[in-house]
């Protein structure tokens, strides 16, 4: 009697949960929300299995599992529509744990023109993905893979698992000034080689004197810069192995390898962070 108590509570707390927002809705409905203009759009992975366009693709090295997988998919340009892909600047891919990728339109419609190719996994519940190594759960429900990345040189932070919202958006330096460089600075000054790549590598995770949608780690902009605490060679060590330099039982960030962030881009990184804590 006691079990069937305990069960019919956990059902009641999980609908409540749900309801109030502690559980992403995605996580429990298998929602994608999609937001190009006028009212979001909300689709179940039923629906985009159903989908005459999904296919079967296969990921020779996929980020997340580091490994072939193997997934039921729809190709992403045809799920948001060249419509409004074709005014878009930026497509903000939203995960339920807070990660939040900002992804330029361009990098997407390059797949029409023999770039990378993005495709949205579905996870289909008859045949669940396995856990991502050192997590409890997969990469699902849904997951934004690319085929080819090298051919458009899609980053590693642009692959968003467990996917729950893409919405057209701003460039991020529109909607945050406060990331940008000085504007009399020469264009192919290391700090706005600096500037894309926190934009590309770090924003997903973290934000900027409070600019940026991440939740997962801390502001690096406030209320000091990460530059004011910390040394370069600090910065850099933490960027290549977390581990090496500080831990925390629930610390999440992975390292960047010098194929993920090479080494000029990680100085010019290192350069953008210092220009900042002068402003």
């Not at 085929?147 to 945050?176: D, K």
């Amino acid at each position: 009697e006691w079990t069937r108590m305990r069960l019919g509570l956990g059902r009641i707390f999980l609908l409540a949960a749900v309801i109030l927002g502690a559980v992403p809705a995605s996580a429990a409905e298998r929602v994608l929300t999609l937001s190009f203009g006028g009212e979001p759009r909300r689709v179940t992975a039923e629906e985009l299995l159903a989908r005459p366009d999904a296919a079967t693709i296969s990921i020779p090295n996929d980020l997340s599992y580091k490994r072939a997988m193997t997934y039921r998919a729809v190709p992403m340009l045809a799920v948001i529509g060249d419509a409004a892909l074709r005014d878009a600047d930026t497509i903000e891919a939203r995960a339920s744990d807070g990660f939040v990728s900002q992804i330029p339109a361009a990098l997407i419609r390059k797949a029409a023109e023999g770039g990378s190719v993005p495709w949205i996994a579905v996870e289909d519940p008859s045949a669940p993905w396995p856990s991502i190594k050192g997590q409890s759960h997969s990469a699902g429900p849904f997951y934004l893979v690319w085929e080819h990345p090298e051919r458009s040189s899609v980053g590693s932070e642009q692959w968003p698992f467990a996917l729950a919202a893409l919405t057209a958006v701003a460039h991020p330096l529109q909607r945050w000034p406060q990331l940008a460089v000085e504007e009399a600075l020469s264009q192919d000054a290391p700090e706005r080689r600096g500037q894309q790549s926190f934009i590309t590598n770090c924003m997903p995770c973290h934000r900027l004197k409070g600019a940026g949608e991440g939740e997962i780690g801390p502001d690096l902009g406030q209320p000091m810069n990460v530059a004011e605490y910390m040394t370069a060679a600090g910065i850099r060590a933490i960027v290549r192995d977390p581990k090496a330099v500080r831990t925390w039982p629930k610390q999440q960030m992975p390292g960047f390898t010098a194929e993920q962030i090479p080494d000029g881009e990680l100085d010019a990184l290192v350069a953008y962070l210092e220009h900042l804590a002068k402003r």
